[in-house]
């Protein structure tokens, strides 16, 4: 199994990103799929969440400003950030959860995302 995220970068405060994670190697329609991110000095805590049932952003801090997505065909997961604050400067980072006979959790490697002017 291969997470890897691309769309991290710089921006400006009050910009815009989106964050993809590709899935190889997972039936990805039956993944449950999360976005989590570590700013400087902090743990890790999920962002949200996208299951068959549908996508909950978990993080109250984001609400209103992000939106996960997935399309199942191309086993892909998306994060749409908008209105970023210096407070989303992190390592976003995609995990896949499934069960394959036993549960089975994978990590991407993280994508830097830095908001600053």
């Known amino acids: 199994v291969q997470l890897v995220e691309s769309g991290g970068g710089l921006v400006q405060p009050g910009g815009s990103l989106r964050l993809s994670c590709t899935a190889s190697?997972?039936?990805?329609?039956?993944?449950?799929m999360s976005w989590y991110r570590q700013p400087p000095g902090r743990e890790r805590a999920v962002v949200g969440t996208?299951?068959?049932?549908?996508?909950?952003i978990t993080a109250d801090s984001v609400k209103g400003r992000f939106t996960i997505s997935r399309d199942n065909v191309k086993n892909t997961l998306y994060l749409q950030m908008n209105g970023l604050s210096s407070e989303a400067t992190a390592v976003y980072y995609c995990?896949?959860?499934?069960?394959?006979?036993?549960?089975?959790?994978?990590w991407g490697q993280g994508t830097q995302v830095t908001v600053s002017s």
């Open positions: 995990h896949a959860l499934f069960r394959d006979g036993e549960w089975r959790s994978y």
């Open positions: 190697g997972v039936t990805f329609s039956n993944a449950v």
């Open positions: 996208s299951t068959s049932a549908g996508t909950r």
